[in-house]
């Protein structure tokens, strides 16, 4: 039964301190890969005041300057110098280095090679764990609503910063947008909040009228906009302190944001710092890219996805599939037809994938699954999975 529903969702900027753990830990990963892509990387990021503090375990035949890339990712966010109140910035910081090398035991798991107790010598899944894979024809990204307005706002603010258009910009900033859903489909935006880090010289007044006309009416659909939208734009009245100068952040604790923006499930795990033996990482790609490809061939308008793993063991424990009643054939179907179509074990996601490459920090900000150009979202099986599911139905 569909309902009338408000639904929210939110992002944050790439200032953002859990954010800025997020970017270091995937150029910790990058560097790794691009060197020897035989590298096992898990890396933590803790980001706090002029501290980083990294922690995980690192394999590989790369010979990194950690501090370096440390700097770099800083640099890149755009907290350069000390501006205003902010101790956090790539020349000042201190870097503490804990990663240490992948536990033997776990690492045996992993390498497609025979090991007492282990049942195969194939390659297995670096962890335990479920993982879900979303898609809805709500927008042209096939993405929930709600998360992908929120992630084109800051986009539009994260642009405007880093071509120098708005000079009282600074790297911190969040937004959340709610819709209003009407037999199901998005009708309108109740409201926009905006928050972002700006220089002290600056009103509120100017902020605000900046962000509704220049980047909230710019971005947004007006179809969806009304004389009843609400904008809340820096709600609290000041942010000028800002990113790890004011708050702590750690890798990982943005999963919602990283995904569906809570619109689908999420098994738990973070994606960033982790090399794609990870099934954290991997196979939510992989579940991505498959019920982007289920909503794309026209076999559902929505899609959600769930596949399972146990350490160490090359075949998934489990794979399932939801279409909330809009499949155009069975699910049934349409499961037989993933199986067929489709290689879920750890190592053929890698491959059909290709992701032993330095392409992940261009994954860390604004929605691991908005960006056309990562291979996740590219439709390269759409006719060979329609062709099955129909001949499944059919037969």
Not at 137 to 144: A, F, I, N, S, Y
Request: aromatic share 8%.
């Amino acid at each position: 039964m569909v309902y009338d529903y408000i639904f929210s969702s939110e992002s944050v900027g790439e200032g953002h301190p859990d954010k800025v753990a997020d970017y270091i830990s995937d150029s910790v990963l990058d560097a790794c890969l691009e060197a020897d892509r035989s590298s096992r990387v898990a890396c933590e990021t803790l980001v706090k005041s002029n501290h980083v503090f990294l922690a995980g375990e690192v394999t590989t035949k790369a010979r990194l300057n950690i501090e370096a890339i440390v700097r770099q990712a800083i640099d890149e966010i755009g907290y350069r110098t000390p501006k205003d109140d902010d101790v956090f910035n790539a020349g000042t910081v201190f870097v503490t280095n804990a990663l240490t090398r992948q536990s033997p035991d776990i690492a045996q798991g992993v390498d497609a090679r025979a090991a007492t107790g282990k049942a195969t010598d194939e390659q297995g899944a670096g962890d335990q764990g479920i993982m879900f894979g979303y898609a809805t024809d709500e927008t042209p990204e096939l993405m929930p609503a709600p998360v992908m307005f929120a992630h084109r706002l800051l986009h539009e603010l994260h642009a405007l910063r880093h071509d120098a258009k708005v000079a009282w910009l600074r790297p911190d900033c969040k937004s959340q947008v709610a819709v209003a859903y009407k037999d199901g489909r998005p009708a309108h935006i109740e409201n926009v909040v905006i928050s972002t880090q700006h220089t002290a010289d600056v009103s509120h007044a100017t902020i605000e009228k900046f962000v509704v006309e220049e980047v909230i009416r710019k971005v947004l659909p007006a179809g969806l906009l009304s004389t009843k939208t609400q904008f809340l734009i820096n709600p609290t009245g000041r942010f000028v302190s800002g990113g790890p100068g004011s708050d702590a952040g750690l890798t990982g604790r943005k999963i919602i944001v990283d995904t569906y923006g809570g619109a689908g499930r999420h098994g738990g795990g973070a994606f960033s710092g982790k090399d794609p033996s990870k099934v954290d990482r991997s196979a939510a790609y992989m579940a991505r890219w498959v019920a982007k490809h289920i909503v794309a061939a026209g076999l559902a308008a929505r899609c959600e996805l769930q596949v399972a793993y146990a350490i160490g063991h090359p075949h998934p424990t489990s794979i399932s599939v939801n279409t909330f009643g809009t499949a155009t054939v069975g699910d049934p179907a349409i499961v037989a037809a993933v199986r067929q179509v489709f290689s879920f074990k750890p190592a053929d996601i890698i491959s059909q994938l290709d992701l032993l490459r330095p392409i992940y920090r261009r994954s860390t900000n604004y929605g691991h699954f908005t960006k056309a150009d990562l291979p996740w979202e590219k439709l390269t099986r759409l006719d060979a999975l329609r062709d099955a599911a129909k001949a499944l139905a059919a037969g």
